[in-house]
């Protein structure tokens, strides 16, 4: 008596229909990452339309140097004096304008002192980098 199987069990693995799963994956994917939305910072440059005159405000000229120094006006001053010297003259000026300008290698931390003391008195900024 044959007791053989008419059927046999495949001992391999057809893998040509996984070709066409992998090509729709790709394609799936490079389609949705053009479509994807890009993380940039998005920022709001100035535009002039005439010229503006300031009236009746009070334009606050700081230089911050190179070798950290702080220029306030014509004065030089230190660094633990600007806030409150900033702060008394924000406090007397209706429409304060602060224009601060900055050296490269300048320390950014009393940058961020006259921001926050210019967005706690709704200051104006005029804000300049230089070399």
């Not at 940039?40 to 000229?61: D, H, I, P, R």
């Not at 702080?70 to 660094?79: A, N, P, V, Y």
């Not at 008394?88 to 009393?110: H, Y």
């Amino acid at each position: 008596m044959n007791f053989k199987r008419k059927s046999q069990v495949l001992s391999g693995f057809n893998a040509a229909p996984m070709n066409d799963i992998i090509f729709f994956l790709l394609l799936f994917f490079l389609l949705t990452s053009s479509f994807a939305i890009p993380t940039y910072l998005k920022l709001n440059l100035a535009k002039a339309k005439g010229e503006n005159v300031l009236t009746n405000s009070m334009v606050l000229e700081i230089t911050l140097t190179g070798d950290n120094k702080i220029i306030f006006g014509k004065d030089e001053i230190s660094e633990a004096d600007l806030p409150l010297k900033l702060e008394e003259l924000l406090k007397a000026s209706e429409s304060p304008v602060i224009n601060l300008r900055g050296d490269i290698n300048s320390k950014f931390g009393t940058a961020v002192t006259v921001m926050n003391l210019a967005n706690r008195y709704k200051a104006k900024m005029i804000v300049a980098a230089q070399k």
